[in-house]
């Protein structure tokens, strides 16, 4: 797959379009930076999990819970209705706007490592699916709201299967030393599970993994299926009965970077439906229902991020070389990946073609601050001037979602492209959306 969305085109004067809006025409109507989402490259990614899923495990028999946390918006929660897909939303924040866009209850799964009271309540209120349990606190507090409403509440265990994924060390979650979950290797999954059965308004389900994101190694997928798997059985064999579902979260590659790929889904269904038919059989089970939450596959590729270009200057390094610094209007308050995660992205001149001689480049954006760099080595044409648009692709996830208002800067807005249309879903911000904050009373 390439790191362009769907229905990104390239004139033959080297401008870019997607969906048939050239980058020109978005930049003068919406303003830079700008979100750019290619909306049928997103409906077809998450379609293709679908599909894919469904193709290996059977039309229901696996659930795709998109998750919300690597762009959530109402009208994505739209689409998503539309196309048959679950939403997994990991905080009342992003419950709200699911339920602003009155996205079914009933295909609501609720995640977080320390939801509140409040938030569980909000849940509850809304009449969410399912809750994943993260604590022994949180059975406790989901029990008593549960109670109070007279419910029953289902809920899935989250559990750590120790699982050290080869991603970066903040993006990983399923090893032994993490916040995450209850650990399976030290008995206290198993312990939850106990309690949640003996619990009078709880209804447990199955249990979950999300082993980490940003994951190209199957393996790590497959080994946490094993270790669900054992415990499933041990919990049937305690229990004799067999719980209905196994969720084995997100975290599916993608390709940032030329030359780069991305998992295939209908590889990796295949070889999770092979893994979990086998270690089912060992146990003699079932295969359960099978969910997984993808979010950074579906809407990663589908945006990208348009900026312009405000300064340049060249410089001499210390072994005699030099480097363009090419500074645009947006940063890391519109990708923090880079500063957060050395997530490398790449970038094109998106206004026009040029014929001058690339030279090595660093963007950069307009924050007080020297890590504020969005590409760190990058060869572009020298004679990128003031008024240029560049464009970085896949920012999709993990980059509007973790927008900040760091120097009290306006998060930009997301545009949704699609056959040459384009309409903005996420609105950008304004000073006066900041000054509305501002209390000057007493
Ligand atoms: N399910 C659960 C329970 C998760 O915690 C996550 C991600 C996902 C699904 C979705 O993972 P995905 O398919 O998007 O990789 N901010 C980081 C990523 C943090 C992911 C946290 N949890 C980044 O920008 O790379």
Redesign the pocket.
């Known amino acids: 797959m390439s790191m362009w969305s769907k229905n990104v085109s390239w004139s033959a004067d080297g401008e870019l379009s997607i969906a048939g809006i050239s980058a020109t025409a978005l930049a003068a109507q919406f303003g830079t930076p700008l979100f750019v989402l290619d909306e049928d490259d997103f409906r077809s990614n998450a379609r293709r999990f679908k599909d894919a899923f469904e193709g290996a495990f059977g039309v229901g028999k696996v659930s795709v ?1 998109y ?1 919300g ?2 762009f959530l918006s109402a009208s994505v929660v739209q689409w998503l209705e539309a196309d048959g897909l679950n939403l ?1 939303v ?1 905080t009342g924040g992003e419950l709200a706007v699911a339920q602003l866009a009155k996205f079914p209850a009933a295909r609501i799964e609720f ?1 977080g490592n320390n939801k509140s009271v409040a938030e569980i309540e909000q849940a509850l209120d809304y009449g969410v699916e399912c809750i ?1 349990v993260d604590s022994f606190f949180e059975i406790d507090r989901v029990e008593r709201a549960a109670a109070a409403r007279g419910i029953i509440q289902k809920v899935i265990i ?1 559990t750590t299967p120790g699982i050290e994924a080869h991603t ?1 060390e ?2 990983a ?1 399923a090893h032994e030393d993490v916040k ?1 979950g209850f650990s399976i290797a030290s008995g206290a999954a198993l312990e939850a599970a106990r309690l949640v059965r003996s619990a009078t308004h709880l209804d447990l389900q199955g249990l ?1 993994a ?1 082993i ?4 190209f190694d199957t393996d790590g997928y497959e080994l946490a299926a094993k270790r669900i798997i054992a415990l499933l059985a041990t919990i049937r064999d305690e229990s004799n009965a067999e719980l209905p579902l196994l969720d084995l ?5 993608i390709a940032y970077l030329a030359g780069e790929s991305a998992l295939d889904p209908v590889e990796v269904a295949k070889k999770m439906h092979a893994v979990i038919a086998s270690a089912c059989e060992v146990h003699g089970l079932r295969v359960p229902h099978i969910s997984i ?8 590729p589908s945006m990208a991020t348009l900026y312009e270009v405000g300064t340049t200057k060249s410089i001499v390094l210390d072994d005699g070389g030099s480097r363009a610094y090419i500074a645009v209007d947006g940063g890391m308050s519109d990708n ?2 880079p500063a ?2 050395d ?1 490398e992205y790449t970038v094109a001149l998106a206004n026009r073609r040029s014929t001058a001689a690339v030279q090595p480049s660093r963007v950069v954006g307009k924050h007080c601050e020297s890590g504020d760099i969005i590409i760190k080595n990058v060869d572009l044409p020298s004679d990128i001037a003031p008024g240029d648009l560049l464009v970085t692709p896949v920012t999709g ?2 980059g509007r ?2 927008a900040s208002n760091y120097n009290h800067i306006s998060r930009p807005p997301v545009v949704a492209v699609a056959l040459g249309k384009a309409r903005i879903i996420v609105r950008r911000e304004t000073h006066e959306d900041l000054l509305r904050l501002e209390n000057m009373e007493g």
């Open positions: 819970y998750a946390k690597a997994d990991c995640h994943a989250r970066h903040f993006i979650t995450f979950h999300h980490g994101s940003q994951i979260g997100g975290g599916f590659g939450e993808p979010g950074r596959a579906i809407v990663g923090i990946r957060l995660y997530a996830a993990y979602s973790m």
